[in-house]
């Protein structure tokens, strides 16, 4: 079976599972010629990108604890309105320049767009116009990803992971609630109680069972 929920390196042995032309199976095969990423966020990029790209075009993409950057690169393949893409992380995998020579070698207009910074999110100079996105910061990361976006009051979007029970801010629902479902619920209605619009989503859980997209908008 291939799952798309595994942890195992796409690499040249899979490009014959991605023949087709569609946008997906181009980046896959990108993807596999890398020979770095694994599987999971192949998937993991590409249906949080769409549902993004569903409700925000343009402006400067923001992929913080990005891992690799996929996510961003993928957005702006999706809209090449937006200028370009940062993709920050406090140590970017060493492969992430692999990644994005393999992309930008399918799609030239990639190259010179696609910067890759290691630096601390709340360093990173944000504005307005840009799209914050994050997949699977863990923790307390994705409530300061959230923050990093409340402050420059630019658009938003997390798959978060990994909830801290002790620490997060459950608003006390846990007894009708699962503890993570709670946590993802408040950063909801914080976010709305401050006026901005929400929206909730889901990827399919068959990629991963910390599948809750966040996605908002002053």
């Not at 032309?21 to 769409?50: M, N, S, Y």
């Not at 909730?200 to 996605?215: C, D, F, M, Y």
């Amino acid at each position: 079976m291939f799952a798309p929920s595994s942890k195992a390196r796409l690499t040249s042995h899979d490009l014959a599972r991605f023949p087709a032309g569609t946008h997906f199976d181009r980046i896959a095969r990108a993807v596999c010629a890398a020979g770095c990423l694994p599987r999971k966020e192949l998937f993991e990029a590409w249906e949080v990108a769409r549902r993004v790209r569903r409700r925000f075009r343009g402006g400067r993409i923001v992929d913080l604890c990005a891992g690799h950057g996929l996510l961003g690169q993928i957005m702006l393949l999706l809209d090449d309105s937006s200028a370009g893409v940062l993709a920050v992380d406090h140590r970017l995998p060493p492969s992430s320049s692999t990644l994005a020579c393999a992309l930008a070698s399918v799609w030239p207009r990639l190259s010179g767009r696609v910067t890759l910074k290691e630096m601390p999110l709340e360093d990173v100079d944000l504005c307005d116009d840009d799209v914050v996105v994050s997949v699977h910061a863990c923790g307390a990361l994705t409530d300061r990803v959230i923050d990093r976006a409340v402050m420059a009051r630019c658009r938003l979007a997390v798959l978060p992971c990994c909830h801290d029970l002790d620490r997060a801010e459950t608003g006390k629902l846990t007894g009708w609630l699962d503890g993570p479902v709670a946590v993802d619920v408040m950063r909801a209605t914080k976010l709305r109680a401050i006026g901005w619009q929400v929206w909730t989503q889901t990827i399919p859980e068959a990629i991963t069972p910390h599948n809750r997209l966040l996605i908002a908008s002053p």
